[in-house]
């Protein structure tokens, strides 16, 4: 994943604000191309299990197959994202501006733990995948506490029930690329403590 490739995951503000058509199709593009590759990769992949391995050679392609999974999963919340923000537009609804306030913060921190992850891994640095699981825990904390918000949000009718379906829905994918940046840092650190 490279480090565009990875920005281009942390669509969900902009994509909420404004409906852009080549921003959609690129992240359509790029996950049919993360599919193809991670099938590619994880036929040779399996392909080098056929041949004698050690036992650190077999754990190291255990290891890659592992990472492969993850990215993928990244690029099918990318994808979730995008869903809920067509959404959005086709019914011509937007969130409340403190939603969307909401949303950019929490864009900004998934890009920055997605760009952290992409150059932990292309670089194998362990400094930075040191940095990953704080931030982590950081958007965690924030999308605990925007559930929150939009519970009050809801209740004073600021924002709809559809609204807040929604809602929850970005969140629960930004959180869950969180948790695969985490599973690909922690991995890393893993791995070099071999």
Do not use: W
Not at 7 to 13: E, S, Y
Not at 33 to 58: A, F
Not at 149 to 160: A, E, I, K, P
């Amino acid at each position: 994943m490279s480090r565009r490739a990875a920005r281009n995951v942390g669509l969900a503000a902009p994509l909420l604000l404004k409906m852009d058509e080549e921003t959609v199709s690129a992240i359509k593009v790029r996950e049919n191309l993360i599919d193809r590759m991670e099938v590619e990769i994880t036929n040779y992949l399996i392909k080098l299990t056929d041949q004698e391995l050690g036992d650190d050679e077999s754990h190291a392609v255990t290891e890659l197959l592992n990472f492969v999974t993850e990215f993928e999963r990244i690029g099918d919340y990318a994808v979730n994202i995008m869903e809920k923000a067509e959404e959005l537009y086709d019914k011509e609804a937007s969130f409340s501006e403190s939603a969307q306030k909401e949303l950019q913060l929490l864009d900004a921190a998934l890009e920055r733990i997605l760009v952290l992850t992409d150059e932990a891994f292309e670089n194998d640095d362990v400094q930075k995948a040191a940095q990953v699981e704080p931030l982590e825990e950081i958007i965690d904390g924030l999308c605990d506490e925007m559930k929150s918000h939009h519970v009050d949000r809801l209740q004073q009718g600021v924002c709809t029930l559809n609204q807040g379906f929604v809602f929850n829905d970005l969140l629960t994918n930004f959180e869950r690329v969180a948790d695969h940046c985490s599973n690909i840092a922690l991995a890393l650190i893993e791995l070099q403590s071999d």
